[in-house]
C-alpha cells in the first residue's frame, strides 16, 4: 500500500507563493499530481506530472504553478506564484501507480487571503 504524505500547505497573502510537497513510500511508475478541493466545490485536477516528465495544467494555474518531481527520493512538488484568494483548498498529491492502482494523500490546506 503505497502512502502519500504532503506538506507546505499554510496561510498566505494574495500574490504570494507556497511550495507544496509530496512524499510517497515507495516509487510510483506512473503520474502523480495535484488535486483541489475548496469549501463546497468538488476535487478538481489542478496539475499532473509523468514519470518522464510530462505536465499537465488546468487552465486556471497555467503560468502560475509549477509542478515537478525527484524520482529518486519519491517526491513530487507544486510551486504556486501568484496565489489568489480563489486558490484557497484542501491541496491533494494523487498517485497512480503502474496504471492500475491509485492512491491519495490526506491532503494539505492553503489558505489565500485577500
Known amino acids: 500500500q503505497v502512502q502519500l504524505v504532503e506538506s507546505g500547505g499554510g496561510l498566505v497573502q494574495a500574490g504570494e507563493s507556497l511550495r507544496l510537497s509530496c512524499a510517497a513510500s515507495?516509487?510510483?511508475?506512473?503520474?502523480m499530481g495535484w488535486y483541489r478541493q475548496a469549501p463546497g466545490k468538488q476535487r478538481e485536477l489542478v496539475a499532473t506530472?509523468?514519470?518522464?516528465?510530462?505536465?499537465n495544467y488546468a487552465d486556471s494555474v497555467k503560468g502560475r504553478f509549477t509542478i515537478s518531481r525527484d524520482n529518486a527520493n519519491y517526491r513530487v512538488y507544486l510551486v504556486m506564484s501568484s496565489l489568489r484568494p480563489e486558490d484557497t483548498a484542501v491541496y491533494y498529491c494523487?498517485?497512480?501507480?503502474?496504471?492500475?492502482?491509485?492512491?491519495w494523500g490526506k491532503g494539505t490546506l492553503v489558505t489565500v487571503s485577500s
Open positions: 494523487h498517485a497512480n501507480n503502474l496504471g492500475r492502482y491509485s492512491y
Open positions: 515507495e516509487n510510483i511508475f506512473g503520474v
Open positions: 506530472i509523468t514519470s518522464a516528465g510530462v505536465t
